[in-house]
C-alpha cells in the first residue's frame, strides 16, 4: 500500500489477469474454428499467420525510441513523435518492400519487409542523432540507465539537469532498427497469408481467373494488413503510454499485456477479413 492508501506500486508493470488470459484464449480459439469453418485448412494456416503477424508488431514497438514532445525539446531521449505514427511508418515501409518482393516467394518477402522496416528505422534514428548533435548541440544521454549496454558509454555526466535525457543513445538506435525490422515482418507476413487466401478463394467464388482478381486480392489484402497494423501498434502505443527509449527502458516489461492484446486484436481482425470471403459467396 501506497502513503495515501492507494493500491501497491508496480513501477509502471502490470502484468495481465488471469480473466483477462482465459477471455483472450477462448476469443482466439473461436477465431481459428470460424477460419477453418469458412476456408477450411487454408484459412485456418491464414489466421495463424495473421496472430503471430501481429504478435510481431505489438512486440516490435516496444523496441521503438520514442520521445514525442519532450525529445523536440531535448528533454527526453528518442525520436520526437508519437508510437503509433512511428510504427506505422516503419511498418508501412517494410509492408511496402515485402509486398514489392511477393512474386518471389515467402521467405524473400518476409525478407523484404523487415529490411525495408529495418532500413528506414536506422534512416530516421541517424538523421535525428544528427539534428540533435549538429542542430541543437546535444549529447546523447539516456535518463535510464546509466550506461549504453551495448558500447558502455556513460551517461551522467552528459545528461542535463531538468531532463530524462536527450538524444538518441546506441542501444535505442539499434532497439529502433529492431522494432523496426519486427514491424516490417509482421505486417508483410499478414498481408501474404491474406494476398493468398484471396487468390485461391476469391477466382471460385465469383467465377473467374486468378489474373483477372489479382487486383482486387492485392487491394484487399493491403488495405486489411495496413488497418491491422495500425491497430496494433495504437494498442502497443497505450501500453507503453507515452515515451520508451528502446529495450532498456523499464517500460520495455509491459510488453506481455501488448503481445496478448495483440494476439487477440489480431484473431478478431483477422477472421473478418477471412470472413469477407463468406460475404462476397453469398451476394
Given amino acids: 500500500m501506497s502513503a495515501l492508501g492507494g493500491p501497491k506500486q508496480t513501477g509502471g508493470v502490470q502484468s495481465p489477469t488471469g ?15 470460424l477460419a477453418f469453418f469458412f476456408a477450411q485448412m487454408a484459412g485456418l494456416i491464414a489466421l495463424v499467420g495473421i496472430i503471430i503477424g501481429g504478435v510481431l508488431i505489438g512486440f516490435g514497438v516496444h523496441f521503438v525510441p520514442v520521445g514525442g514532445a519532450p525529445a523536440a525539446m531535448g528533454q527526453a531521449p528518442g525520436i ?9 511508418g516503419a511498418g508501412l515501409a517494410g509492408l ?70 536527450h538524444g538518441l543513445p546506441f542501444i535505442s538506435w539499434v532497439g529502433g532498427v529492431i522494432g523496426g525490422a519486427l514491424g516490417g515482418l ?21 467465377d473467374t481467373t486468378v ?21 496494433n501498434a495504437v494498442l502497443a502505443a497505450y501500453n507503453i503510454t507515452g515515451t520508451i527509449e528502446g529495450p532498456h ?23 473478418f477479413s477471412i470472413g469477407l470471403l463468406e460475404l462476397v459467396g453469398v451476394f
Avoid at 112 to 138: D, E, P, R
Avoid at 249 to 271: C, L, M, N, T
Fill in 96 to 165: 511496402f518492400g515485402g509486398a514489392w518482393a511477393a512474386p518471389l516467394g515467402l521467405p524473400l518477402a518476409l525478407a523484404g519487409g523487415a529490411v525495408g522496416g529495418g532500413l528506414l528505422m536506422a534512416i530516421t534514428c541517424t538523421m535525428v542523432n544528427i539534428i540533435y548533435v549538429f542542430g541543437m548541440g546535444i549529447p546523447a544521454a539516456s535518463g535510464k540507465v546509466a550506461k549504453d549496454p551495448i558500447t558502455g558509454d556513460t551517461f551522467p555526466e552528459y545528461k542535463s539537469q531538468g531532463t530524462e535525457g
Fill in 80 to 88: 520526437a513523435t508519437g508510437v503509433a505514427m512511428l510504427a506505422a
Fill in 249 to 271: 527502458d523499464p517500460k520495455f516489461k509491459r510488453f506481455p499485456r501488448a503481445v496478448i492484446a495483440a494476439a487477440v486484436a489480431s484473431a478478431v481482425a483477422g477472421i
Fill in 19 to 33: 480473466m483477462g488470459i482465459a477471455i483472450g484464449i477462448v476469443l482466439i480459439i473461436v477465431a481459428l474454428v
Fill in 211 to 231: 489474373e483477372q482478381i489479382a487486383p482486387v486480392a492485392i487491394s484487399l489484402a493491403g488495405v486489411f494488413a495496413v488497418g491491422m497494423f495500425l491497430m
Fill in 186 to 206: 509482421g505486417g508483410t507476413l499478414i498481408y501474404l497469408e491474406l494476398l493468398d487466401i484471396y487468390q485461391a478463394q476469391l477466382p471460385t467464388i465469383l
